[in-house]
């Protein structure tokens, strides 16, 4: 499986970013797959998941009502829309997937990951 994300940059404080993650070479039927952060010096959390046969959403608290998980399945992509970006949403996003159900997976435990990309918001 390979995961690669695109998206990201340097916007001010309420801006919108759209994050995409371009999924290759997996071979099962549906998989979750997730929107993590990590800062320095803090562990990775979790901040979006979907699963990819039911459509099923889940989202952080602190995103809720402000991030937007999608796919796009003709072109095996999935995009995190980000609206009204505040400076503590500041993180490396990775994407990662996982075959199991988003209901088991933690930023531990997730099998497959992208390179990140940056979001900066000042």
């Known amino acids: 499986v390979q995961l690669v994300e695109s998206g990201g940059g340097s916007v001010q404080v309420g801006a919108s970013l759209r994050l995409s993650c371009e999924i290759s070479e997996f071979t099962g039927s549906s998989y979750c797959i997730g929107w993590f952060r990590q800062t320095p010096g803090k562990e990775r959390e979790g901040v979006a998941r979907?699963?990819?046969?039911?459509?099923?959403?889940y989202y952080a608290d602190s995103v809720k009502g402000r991030f937007t998980i999608s796919q796009d399945n003709a072109k095996n992509t999935v995009y995190l829309q980000m609206n009204s970006l505040k400076p503590e949403d500041t993180a490396m996003y990775y994407c990662?997937?996982?075959?199991?159900?988003?209901?088991?997976?933690?930023?531990?435990?997730?099998?497959?990951w992208g390179q990140g990309t940056q979001v900066t918001v000042s």
């Open positions: 979907i699963y990819t046969g039911s459509g099923n959403t």
């Open positions: 990662a997937a996982d075959p199991r159900p988003c209901t088991v997976i933690t930023p531990g435990n997730v099998r497959y």
